[in-house]
Nanobody, 114 residues
């Protein structure tokens, strides 16, 4: 599975961004797709997950601000990020869990700054 993340950039506090993670195969064959992030000098942390049945789970730090979704026809998972804060600044990674294996995409940088 190859994953291509995109959509990062520079945004002011309170702004929005939408990240995309495009998979090289049908995401209906992937058990779960997740977003993680890693800020400088921090460990990589889990942000959100969407399962094959469409159920979603969020980290407390982003609940109510971020929304994960999927478009099976485009084999793409999205992360809509609203009300962004400086502490959301990080490199964001998508991960696929398929047949007991993890697959990671390259990161996309999100910077929240005025």
């Amino acid at each position: 599975v190859q994953l291509q993340a995109s959509g990062g950039g520079l945004v002011q506090p309170g702004g929005s961004l939408r990240l995309s993670c495009a998979a090289s195969l049908s995401i209906t064959s992937i058990s779960a797709m997740s977003w993680f992030r890693q800020a400088p000098r921090n460990q990589r942390e889990w942000v959100a997950r969407i399962d094959n049945d469409g159920s979603t789970v969020y980290a407390d730090s982003v609940k109510g601000r971020f929304t994960i979704s999927r478009d099976n026809a485009r084999n793409t998972v999205y992360l809509q990020m609203n009300m962004l804060k400086p502490e959301d600044t990080a490199v964001y990674y998508c991960r696929a869990y398929r047949y007991s294996r993890d697959y990671w995409g390259q990161g996309t940088q999100v910077t929240v700054s005025s």
